[in-house]
């Protein structure tokens, strides 16, 4: 993308229209599906779109790039975004799948749910990641959010190859026990792999994927377990973001960028 900046402008926003969720469902196909190996629905098959019954009631949250030639644009990178209120009118969260969310549910929190994170290939820069979290940022001001949580994933389905990455997650950042969602028993698999001392802490966390990195940047906590996930081909690990523990040099950041103050911060008196 470094050779295109001159001619693009990016900006993120809410899908506003069927057409970009559909846009949004077709660049999830091709991330999820064309490039990562997922296995598709024939359904989705044929239409060339990663869809559920989630879309329907979630915000779709996009990037979008602009040809500044033309004045042309295309969707590179999308989140998706579920509401306490809204899953409990629909039943439930997406990640209710994989893991209990009884004490996350039970707790005082208003949640967010994301999921269905993914960028184009060629996009995959921090300039476009931070802007998908600016677009987050705003959102969770907008509609005072407590705490964020979701599935991120590692590519592969072995979880030998991961070993150390998982017990670095359950050792330096598990979500307090209070709070933490746990995997769904038919689907647990024990994070606490190797001791805490084998661990060597920096090379570890330099070999999580970038969304991970990021999350923890952020001040994100890990559930209890993993799961396999067989149909997308990944193992998946439940993040938990607490607003109001968000790291400081990040929350000024994202602030100065939506020009708000985000919630759930104690005023410092």
């Known amino acids: 993308m470094a050779n295109k900046n001159k001619e693009q402008e990016a900006y993120v926003r809410l899908a506003q229209t069927s057409q970009e969720i559909e846009q949004a469902q077709k ?23 990663d869809f559920d019954d989630f879309d329907k009631i979630t915000d779709h949250l996009i990037v979008l790039v602009r040809n500044k030639e033309d004045n042309s644009e295309k969707i590179v990178g ?18 209710s799948n994989e893991y209990n969310l009884e004490k996350l549910i039970k707790s005082d929190n208003f949640l967010l749910e994301l999921g269905r994170s993914c960028v184009l290939a060629d996009y995959r820069t921090k300039p476009i990641l931070n802007m ?7 959102y969770i001001t907008e509609h005072d959010i407590d705490l964020l949580f979701g599935c991120a994933s590692f590519q592969g389905i072995n979880v030998d190859k991961i070993s150390k990455q998982l017990s670095y997650l359950y050792h330096y950042h598990s979500t307090p026990e209070d709070i933490s969602p746990i995997a769904i028993k038919e689907h647990y698999v024990d ?7 084998s661990l060597n802490e920096r090379r570890v ?16 906590t890990i559930g209890n377990g993993a799961v396999i996930d067989y149909q997308f081909n990944t193992i ?17 950041y994202y602030e100065r960028k939506i020009q708000k103050h985000m919630p759930g911060k104690l005023d410092e008196s």
Not at 191 to 197: E, G, L, P
Not at 236 to 252: A, F, G, H, N, P
């Open 191 to 197: 994070m606490n792999i190797h001791s805490k001392d």
């Open 236 to 252: 998946d690990v439940c993040i938990v973001v607490q607003t109001s523990l968000m790291t400081e040099r990040y929350r000024k």
């Open 205 to 220: 966390f330099a070999s999580l994927p970038p969304l991970i990195k990021g999350y923890l940047r952020l001040g994100a």
């Open 27 to 49: 660049l999830r196909y091709k991330v999820f599906y064309s490039e990562y190996g997922a296995q598709p629905s024939l359904e989705m098959q044929r239409q060339q779109k």
């Open 132 to 138: 998908l979290w600016q677009g987050i940022a705003n």
């Open 78 to 95: 999308t989140y998706r975004l579920l509401r306490q209120n809204i899953a409990e009118k629909h039943g439930r969260f997406y990640s």
